[in-house]
């Protein structure tokens, strides 16, 4: 190393976990100025850019950083706007650990620790979000040509927002009454606050996108409907938000949620605020979580945060296999979640009444690895038991939404109900392009945004060739 750095990244401050525990205000607390400028001086300025090939929107991050070291923050928010129009959702919620952190040549010193690359976006986002407001005069002179998006999640968003840059006239059909996808409905409020959200996708009303909201389109409106209201392209990022319920017996009884479910009747619904919120969720004392991802950690934190007594995560297989993020799982054990590895549900016992009163779980052991390269989990016999529960969640994945797709003649889809679409994200319909969690399969908010934004490209083109020569 040229010169010395802190080998150890600047701590985030967070909320005491006893605390955070029974409230929703954002658990990670953000840099203030100092720490911020002491993270940004560890960054080496390297020559070659690994920490942007690793970003999926190539966010210059040697840049934006040095414009940090040298107090230049309004310099610093402009060079991140520039490859990313949510950057405070991204600095929060990313998994940069495997991205542009993953690769940063700090890391690879013996001891050292990565630039902490998230949190530095997040505090120059937030910079922005208090000092640089949104210049709703920026707005490109529109150039007459129409196009539709489908969904209002980071992908649709994206999209949307890039192509309105390049002066086409977008409109965003969003099934819910609010914009943001999961970044709305399904990332908790102490993660991800909704009035961030919402200020950063009302941005994008800046650069002349409009949205059109409680359109569920397939219902309301299908492809010809769009055509014939003149709508020369159409881009769809209808995600996956299907859920998908384990086959036991049990399944059906009140009491046993699906994490999305869960999830959008405390986000979107804000039942946290009942009786002031119309939308409630019946917590009772024991609640048990099935699955061992983010949605999982996000559905027993948000439940402790209800008033559960008692939640407990049960994962089929070992802590070391989990998917969840590190951090978030290590502020899910801070915060008092107990977690039941190597254990999986067999049934859901009910009361007279319909309602999950209990579940019946086996113990599992691991065997050889399985398609996906993790240790298959196989059922140890005879280690049946039944732990008494009031509410089941279930967090074991989700499907493609077949709400729009499944109305639309032509549109070529996997054997899974995914958009197939080629390297230019275009479908089998010339005029259609598609992106994020709905091609992709449940995945991040950054690779949404990313494929919102080459579909933006490759849609800019298409309409480009169909001008008169
Ligand atoms: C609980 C949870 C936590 C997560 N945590 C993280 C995280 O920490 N970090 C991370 O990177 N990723 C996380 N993810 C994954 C990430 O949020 C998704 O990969 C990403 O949001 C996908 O973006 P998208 O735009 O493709 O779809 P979505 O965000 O799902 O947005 C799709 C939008 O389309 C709308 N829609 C659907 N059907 C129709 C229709 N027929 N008509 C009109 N509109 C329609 C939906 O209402 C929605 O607004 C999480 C996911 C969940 C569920």
Known sequence: ?????????????????????RNFNEVALGFTEEDARTEAARCLQCKKRNCVAGCPVEVPIPEFIKEIQNRDYAGAFRTVMGKNLLPAICGRVCPQETQ?????????????????????????????????????????????????VIGAGPAGLTCAGELARLGYEVTVFEAFHKLGGVLTYGIPEFRL????????VQNLTCVGVRFS???????????????????????????????????????????VLSANEFLTRVNLMKAYEFPRADTMVDIGKRVAVVGGGNVAMDSARTALRLGAEEVMVVYRRSEEEMPARREEYEHAVEEGIRFLFLTNPTKILGDAEGRARAIEVQSMT???PDKSGRRKPVVVPGSEKTIDVDLVIMAIGTQANPLFTKVTPGL??????????????????????AGGDIVTGSATVISAMAAGRKAAAAMHEYLQSLKPK
């Open 1 to 21: 190393m040229a010169r010395a750095v802190n080998k150890k990244r600047t701590v985030m401050p967070t909320q005491d976990p006893h605390v955070r525990a």
């Open 193 to 200: 606050p909704k009035a961030i959200v919402q200020q950063e």
């Open 366 to 368: 691991l065997g050889e």
């Open 213 to 255: 909201l409680n359109q569920v389109m397939g219902k309301a409106l299908d492809v010809n409907d769009l055509k014939e209201k003149g709508f020369k392209a159409i881009f769809v990022g209808v995600g996956a938000g299907l859920p998908v319920f384990m086959k036991i017996p049990g399944v059906e009884l009140n009491g």
């Open 412 to 433: 070529k889809l996997n054997e899974w109900g995914y958009i197939e679409v080629n390297e230019r994200m275009q479908s089998s319909l010339p005029y259609l392009f």
């Open 100 to 148: 542009c952190e993953a690769v940063c040549t700090l890391g690879k010193v013996k001891d050292s620790e990565p630039v902490a690359i998230g949190r530095l976006e997040r505090y120059i986002a937030d910079w922005g979000r208090e000092h640089a407001p949104p210049d709703h005069t920026a707005c490109p002179m529109g150039n007459g040509v129409k196009v539709a």
